[in-house]
């Protein structure tokens, strides 16, 4: 399955040297407002230790690790929802996704040009999330308009939108997300085909410069603002140093830590952000392992086993007969197939099992 997530945020605050340290893929990186316009996409691999171990049990020709989606999205700036900078563009790939990651930028650097000539982090944030929540208004507005002759002819569909329109509307007014409005089994579906903007997750990427200035290192009272901020409104967030990440793109291991630490960085705050992604879109893994190849599949919580199995072909899901199941480490520890069948720690699964994250499965078909 392919999700995305789009990164998101104002010019200048490292959104591209993020891509690039996230996909080892170059694209533009300048020091200047819309130095992206056309967005670019990278595949990237879920850092997995689960799935390098099973490879080495199963000594297996091939691994593969699960993956997700980014798009680098151009700068957003005040007055994108009315089409300011390349406000409608930017708009449109943003709608495109699944989630956000918002890139703020929370250190000093005289170098480096902010779009506003200084460094206020919550700022940023609001200035961005009213983009977003403008644009969502403009389309709940435009509904609620275009629904109305449905309504007088007492069409069902458009009488419980329109209430759930009507809730969303006030959100918006008020300045919240629309993703805070609770919605009916009914109204979801409905809303759904809007595709707004500020109903999608968004996960905060704090962007530090290792060595640098960094609020959240100097107790400064901006910093101190945007936790608070984040927690009044339960909202998830890393901490990543992208141009470092994206320096040390092409090592690994210990020679990457070394470098890392002389640099200044502390941890591979990278790895945090494709693990943080993933958990957002409410993502999990399975494995299958063999000689051939040890792969992760790439599902949403909560599949079932005939439903799991359409990651590897979609055939498996009307021809599924059953579907043998174990537990990741539970293989690891007992040694082979042979001898968790002999234990009784290989089970058999019907349609109605709900696969969990880090099962190794082998479908019947």
Not at 12 to 37: D, E, H, M
Not at 229 to 250: G, H, M, P, Q, R
Request: include cysteine; aromatic fraction near 6%.
């Amino acid at each position: 399955m392919s999700l995305s997530i789009g990164i998101v945020g104002l010019p200048n605050v490292g959104k591209s040297t993020l891509f690039n340290a996230l996909t080892k893929k170059s694209v533009l990186a300048a020091n200047y407002p819309f130095a992206t316009i056309d967005p670019s996409v990278g595949v990237v691999a879920v850092p997995d230790d689960r799935l390098w171990k099973l490879s080495e049990f199963s000594k297996s020709k091939k691994t593969v690790p699960a993956s997700v989606e980014f798009v680098d999205i151009a700068g957003l700036v005040k007055g994108a929802s009315e089409g300011e900078g390349l406000g409608n563009q930017f708009l449109t790939n943003i709608r495109e996704t699944d989630a956000i990651a918002e890139v703020v930028r929370i250190f000093e650097d005289s170098d480096i040009i902010h779009v506003d000539n200084k460094i206020d982090p919550l700022k940023d944030v609001e200035v961005i999330n009213l983009e977003l929540i403008l644009a969502d208004l403009q389309t709940v507005s435009k509904r609620l308009h275009n629904i109305k002759s449905d309504i007088k002819k007492g069409v069902k569909n458009a009488i419980i939108e329109n209430e759930a329109l009507a809730r969303l509307e006030k959100a918006l007014q008020d300045g919240k997300l629309t993703r805070t409005v609770e919605l009916s089994e009914f109204e979801r579906p409905l809303i759904q085909q809007l595709n707004l903007l500020t109903v999608k997750p968004i996960l905060y990427v704090l962007n530090k410069k290792g060595g640098g200035k960094n609020l959240d290192e100097l107790g400064d009272p901006r910093f101190e603002k945007l936790m608070q901020f984040l927690k009044s409104t339960n909202s998830s967030y890393v901490l990543v140093d992208a141009k470092i990440e994206e320096d040390l793109k092409e090592l690994v291991g210990e020679e990457k830590e070394m470098f890392r630490k002389e640099l200044g960085g502390k941890d591979d705050g990278v790895n945090s952000l494709i693990r943080a992604g993933y958990d957002m879109l409410g993502l999990i893994t399975y494995f299958t392992t063999g000689e051939d190849e040890t792969r992760g599949w790439v599902i949403e919580r909560g599949w079932t086993a005939p439903l799991a199995g359409t990651a590897i072909h979609t055939d498996f899901k009307d021809k599924f007969v059953r579907a043998e199941v174990i537990e990741w480490n539970k293989l690891l520890e007992v040694g082979s197939y042979a001898a968790a069948r002999e234990k009784g720690c290989l089970r058999t699964e019907g349609k109605e099992y709900i696969v969990k994250d880090g099962d190794v499965i082998e479908f019947k078909i």
